[in-house]
């Protein structure tokens, strides 16, 4: 561990000023703006011009969000960084800066650190996204972290979930219940697998024969990737902000039966789901594998409405990944499933909540 917690700061300063990472990821455009960074008593930085700000933040505790024998080092820092990112795509905005605080626990010693930050720094650079503080501290217990994000959108582009209306369509930008498709192999994975699952990482080179052998299934490979190392979707809530075609938009963290719900209470509506349209991880078990893209959670793909004026203007794929048409707003309240036979059931939100998963 290190020595001091100057020493700390002089170690993160010296990583988050590096041109290159140990990837050679280069710095990213559009990082800037930092008057004044690490090491004071508060960051410094310019906002733009006629542009709103954007706060949002995360915590990811040892034991809820991430675990050490599942979770390699450098996936609990891109995911820790990738939540906040996903809030900022839900309002079509561009992330900015991050601010972390890490209480990290004294079983997890300097290397840990070290790869944690490599894997919040290399998520941040590809998107340009500018490390300028926090706080940090050394505790007996489990380790938290809490990744605040700032981030910027002209005024009035801003996507809030309480914009759908009655007959507005409902779509989702990826395939659901991945990540909790992931999380379940990787519980079910035998010792040394990991390594291989690490390999999987968005960048990463030189995954050998045997690492691809290890994760043999095309399927499984994808799952433990979206649960690993999930990829927020700024591209598009930026697209859809800016061409004002989404009503409403929420991220899916928890959940599509859950965030769903979110959506339709701060609307005031209600909304009707097509199980046939619903896109699931493709599992053998088609109970199984919609049950999963309901409630897994974690996903981090964007939920958003369209009013149907606008759809004709949405495309069938953005960055040559499919958008799909889920369903639609109704005007009574509460959300409802259409079997593949076409019955109609009411479908309680199911997915992650702290308060009733504590209870």
């Known amino acids: 561990m290190f020595r001091s917690e100057d020493e700390f700061v002089r170690w993160l300063e010296k990583l988050n000023e590096s041109p290159q990472g140990r990837e ?84 997890a010693g300097r290397d840990w650190v070290a790869r944690f930050y490599h894997g919040m720094r290399t998520l941040a650079r590809r998107f340009g996204v500018r490390l300028v503080g926090g706080d940090t501290a050394v505790v007996p217990a489990r380790t938290m972290i809490d990744v605040l994000v700032a981030g910027e959108v002209p005024p009035g582009k801003a996507v809030r979930r309480s914009g759908a209306r009655a007959g507005d369509l409902i779509f989702a930008s990826g395939r659901l219940g991945l990540s909790a498709l992931g999380l379940r192999l990787l519980r079910k994975q035998p010792a040394g697998w990991l390594e291989s699952a690490h390999a999987l ?62 959506l339709c209470a701060a609307s005031g509506v209600g909304a009707r789901l097509w199980a046939a349209k619903i896109p699931r991880p493709g599992l053998p078990g088609a109970a199984d594998s919609l049950r999963l893209a309901l409630h897994g959670g974690e996903d981090y793909q964007l939920l958003f409405t369209v009013p149907p004026r606008q759809a004709a203007r949405l495309p069938a794929k953005f960055q040559a990944r499919p958008l799909y048409n889920l369903g639609e707003i109704e005007a009574a309240k509460g959300v409802r499933l259409v079997t593949v036979e076409g019955k109609v059931r009411t479908l309680e939100p199911a997915g992650w909540d702290y308060f009733r998963a504590g209870a």
């Open 201 to 262: 990482r968005p960048g990463a080179a030189g995954s050998s024969a045997k690492d691809e052998r290890r994760v043999a299934a095309p399927l499984a490979r994808e799952a433990v990737s979206a649960h690993l190392y999930p990829e927020p979707q700024c591209a598009l809530g930026r697209f859809l902000s800016r061409r004002g075609l989404a009503s409403a938009l929420i991220d899916l963290s928890d959940g599509l039966s859950t965030d769903l719900s979110r």
């Open 24 to 107: 050679g990821v280069r710095t990213a455009r559009g990082a800037g703006g930092v008057k004044l960074g690490l090491g004071d008593d508060a960051a410094l930085v310019s906002v733009k011009e006629k542009h709103e700000l954007i706060l949002t933040t995360d915590m990811s505790i040892e034991g809820v969000h991430f675990t050490h024998g599942l979770h390699p080092a450098q996936a609990v820092g891109h995911r820790a960084l990738a939540r906040s990112l996903s809030d900022v795509a839900a309002m079509g905005g561009v992330p900015r800066y991050v601010l972390v605080s890490l209480a990290i626990s004294r079983q």
